[in-house]
């Protein structure tokens, strides 16, 4: 689940009345039926881009900086989540390989 997909269902982006919208979304129901999302899996993106665990780093750079992405699921050859890299942690790993120690 992506911060977008959260945030399009708690519909959060009208500015009225935010708390108390936000409270209301997150607050169980209670009903064994309900039309509002209460586990992830009603409201996360279906379809991820992901990346190999062999996959080399600077591979990742253009889908952070021109595909629009925040996070990265990481998969084995199996297709299972084994971590997820961030935007901190490209720069991170970036700046590690090109800082010249003094």
Do not use: C
């Amino acid at each position: 689940m992506t911060v977008a997909d959260f945030l399009r269902h708690a519909e959060l982006g009208q500015t009225d009345d935010l708390g108390l919208r936000f409270r209301a979304f997150i607050r169980r129901s209670g009903k064994t039926r309900s039309d509002k999302p209460e586990v992830v899996g009603q409201i996360m993106t279906r379809q991820v881009r992901v990346a190999s665990a062999h996959r080399l780093l600077t591979e990742l750079v253009p889908l952070f900086s021109e595909g629009g992405h925040h996070h990265i699921p990481i998969i084995d050859g199996e297709s299972r989540l084994v971590g997820i890299i961030t935007q901190s942690d490209l720069v991170r790993a970036l700046y590690r390989a090109v800082r010249v120690d003094a």
